[in-house]
């Protein structure tokens, strides 16, 4: 099979894949994945898993999958990345444009060198300073008193020339020039060259249920015939162990029993802090005496926060303590809560990469309503992560964007630290 035959067939499959929701435009040419998954907080190169050593990087599935399977690993989320190696375009110099233009671009300030070097600093044309007032770059400033000798006496200086006006200002100087505004021939404008034939990696956030961590193994080649091995395992490992983990709190009749922590150990390296304390995510897990004052501090009480928050307050696992004899003593015990007992919750922040683990200690019977409900919405989103796997939808798939077309307030709640 020729290369372009195989890079052909890869970007058609990738277009089924759950992707990550963005391109990746760090050395490869970024090829657009099946969006229905929403947008994905958590990356494998990102500064928490990166400094904190938990990405795990495998060249081809069968290590891959030996690296998940021994010691085995519950699957939290994942998403393809599909991409074609590639290196700097020699033709335009990676710009993606043609070379008068590239020229022109880096001319705008002066140590860009050429034959317009320094052009952004000098007298602007009219059209250009309607483009810069538009933005308004000139404060309260009245039009009819800037021309192009004395705008930068009026300049909003605070700001400054930023990339954006350095950026739409280059095609208009370029029309005045005379300049061609089209794009590399060789590259068609991404400024990158194939280096190599297209390959399809899995990122898969994995957790390790004896030390309660997580990390990132990243399949870096996993090729076409191998995705319906790779599916099969994310539906049958994956998802059966979120049905595992929370089948209880959905009242799923194959997985019904209550989970229990019979002997619970702490991971020394992973010190449990008061909920007093500094909140951060990093390098701590929290404990609470009351399961009032967790719900207060989630937003339990309140279904419309914990909706809009369940994305990054997000439960990958929860264990119930229950007294000691209690699941000997009482028949009930594989669907009825017990009067009094402590919950073991493992929480995760998408965007973060991070996880943490929390004890609540003294939770009643009562409590049950609230936890189980939690469990719920976090079973939800993880229906959403696992429905290419499943071959079926929750319902919920395309509820972020329904959201952010109805509030556009709900990005920076939603979209920046959502997990979907």
Known sequence: MSEEIHNSRVIKISASLPGSGCDDDCGYIGIMTDGSRGY??????????????????????????????????????????????????????????????????????????????????????????????????????????????????????????????????????????????????????????????????????????????????????????????ARAYLSEVGWEGVMRRFGWAVGDNFHSAIPYEGRFVADPRRRFRSSNDDEAWYDHNIRYRYFSRFAEDYDLGDPDRWERADDYNLVFDCRIIAPEGYEVENPFSSSELPERYSVLLWMTHPRKGADRQIRIDECSREDGDLIRYMLERSFAVHGRHFSWAVGREFGNEERLEDELAEDEDSFSSMRVFAGI
């Open 40 to 229: 994905c907080g958590w990356v494998s190169d990102g500064d928490a898993t990166i400094k904190a050593g938990r990405t795990v990087r495998h060249p081809d599935w069968q290590s891959g999958l030996a690296a998940m399977q021994n010691p085995a690993r519950e699957i939290h989320d994942f998403y393809f990345e599909p991409h074609i190696p590639a290196v700097e375009c020699g033709c335009c110099d990676g710009s993606g444009k043609n070379k008068a233009y590239k020229e022109l671009y880096d001319g705008f300030y002066l140590h860009g060198g050429g034959r317009w070097a320094g052009w952004g600093a000098r007298e602007f044309h009219e059209d250009e300073i309607d483009y810069l007032y538009d933005r308004g770059r000139f404060g309260g400033m009245p039009r009819s008193q800037i021309d192009g000798r004395n705008f930068h006496r009026h300049f909003d200086t605070f700001f400054g020339m930023d990339s954006s006006d350095h950026h739409f200002l280059t095609p208009i100087r370029a029309k005045h020039l005379g300049i061609a505004t089209y794009d590399c021939e060789e590259c068609l404008g991404k400024g990158l060259a194939p280096s190599a034939p297209a390959r399809i990696s899995l990122n898969v956030w994995t957790f390790d249920p004896e030390a309660g961590t997580s990390r990132v193994d990243v399949v870096e080649d996993v090729r076409m015939d191998e995705l319906d091995e």
